[in-house]
């Protein structure tokens, strides 16, 4: 529900007003511009009486809100959000550079990586620890010992890590040694699993579901926004199409739409998107164009050998040049790399 006020009403009776309707059990979200104050109520409002808030003398009009989601969206809080993590910034100018291996499989691996990608400019650390793998005879992650590498890895380069939680059971343990946890495309509906992470004050990474609609997606971010936690960052990583040739279909027309619908960031994962190392580049490019907000890119130091997701991992050295061939195209859209 939105209440509308008049363009004169005062900060005084914007107070009062916003008070009244807390004593109804809703969050009251002012949103104050120039030509426009408008009151966003978040919560249970079907207990409101919409008449007598007509009546008072400021209130221009009471609209119920269409959207289902309320927290994430935009019309309650026009700028955008951005999410900061030990200083280092996602949703600013400078577009937030995520890489490293699929998986963590050595401690050797995932020092090698992570020093190359920090030389290179990365901001963030990504490497599975407990890995969602189709089958149940693949490489299923190194888990507890994985984390343990991730921190090692921190120590050594200072860069903060995202990595994926599965479980509920896994909570605490992420809460306290992860920068920011990354809810996977698999996990993007469980919803046990995202009122538990609503109740953090960590950011979570939140991946599309491999079939889910834009407002799906955005739902699922209510979920953890709804707890409390409204440090959420979006990824776009494909969605599942007809089309066989890539491993799921790239939706860029998602980063526009998602940044009208919502103030949260927005980043791209050109990997996961079309399973193909050589595509790298060019969904890259076209991510930064559109205005994604990051890139998440697999790197591994020797993708042949990979345990997981080597035909779409880039080398160190590749890393690097892509970089460079990203700079002037933040550039030309008024970011920076
Ligand atoms: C990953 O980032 O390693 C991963 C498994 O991604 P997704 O959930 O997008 O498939
Ligand atoms: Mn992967």
Known sequence: MI????????????????????VEGVEVNPVIGKDIIILGLVGDTSKIDKDRIEANKNVEKVMHVQEPFKKANRMFHPEKTIVDINGQKIGGKKIALIAGPCSVES????????????????????????????????FQGLKYDGLDLL?????????????????????????????????????????????ELGRLNKPILLKRGLSSTIEEW??????????????????????????????????????????????????????HSAGKAWMVEDLSKAAVAIGADGLIIE????????????????????????????RPIAEAVGREI
Do not use: W
């Open 3 to 22: 209440v509308i006020l008049k363009p004169k009403t005062s900060e005084e009776e914007i107070k009062r007003l916003t008070d009244e309707l807390q």
């Open 107 to 138: 401690r050797d691996q995932i020092l090698e990586v992570a020093n190359s990608v920090k030389k290179c400019g990365a901001n963030f650390l990504r490497g599975g620890a407990f890995k969602p793998r189709t089958s149940p005879y693949s």
């Open 151 to 195: 921190k090692e890895a921190r120590e050594e380069t200072g860069l903060p890590i995202v990595t994926e939680i599965m479980s509920p059971y896994d909570i605490e343990v992420f809460e306290r040694d992860v920068d920011i946890i990354q809810v996977g495309a698999r996990n993007m509906q469980n919803f046990d699993l995202l009122k």
């Open 218 to 271: 955005l739902m699922s971010a209510e979920y953890i926004m709804a707890g409390g936690n409204e440090n959420v960052i979006l990824c776009e990583r494909g969605i599942r199409t007809f089309e066989t040739y890539t491993r799921n279909t790239l939706d860029l027309s998602a980063i526009p739409a998602v940044k009208k619908l919502s103030h949260l960031p927005v980043v791209v994962d050109p990997s």
């Open 299 to 326: 790197v591994h130091n020797n993708p042949a050998k990979a345990l997981c997701d080597g035909q779409q991992s880039i080398k160190p050295s590749e890393y690097e040049e892509l970089l460079n061939k990203l």
